[in-house]
């Protein structure tokens, strides 16, 4: 029986890591991509007139630090003359955040 429950909490957190996962793609797909690209590169139209940074390349992801990633989605980004170059990230929960840094890591080639 304690082997039953023991495989039954691997199995329930395995499944929750899968979809929290499954989420910040989506999120991702949905909310960055326009701009960032699917692969993070930010080779789109909005990308390069934004100026946005190349996530895949190891220089860049070595420079993002977790902290100021999550409050950059949290709280949107402006630039120096305060023209918003990214909206805050409201409609998505601390945790889909935190999934959403994670996410950004993995697009490193």
């Avoid at 039953?4 to 499944?15: E, F, M, N, Q």
């Avoid at 940074?53 to 980004?77: H, M, N, P, R």
Wanted: aromatic share 4%; hydrophobic share 40%; with cysteine.
């Amino acid at each position: 029986m304690k082997k039953l429950i023991i495989l039954a909490v691997i199995l329930g957190a395995s499944v929750a890591i899968t979809a929290r996962a499954a989420d910040a793609k989506d999120n991702w797909s949905t909310l960055c991509a326009k701009c960032h690209g699917e692969d993070g590169k930010g080779a789109t139209k909005m990308g390069t007139r934004l100026g946005c940074k190349d996530f895949s390349d190891a220089k860049v992801q070595a420079d993002i630090k977790d902290d100021a990633a999550f409050k950059a989605l949290k709280e949107g980004l402006k630039s120096d003359d305060d023209k918003t170059l990214m909206k805050p990230m409201d409609t998505l929960s601390d945790d889909e955040i935190k999934a959403l840094v994670a996410y950004v890591h993995t697009l490193k080639s």
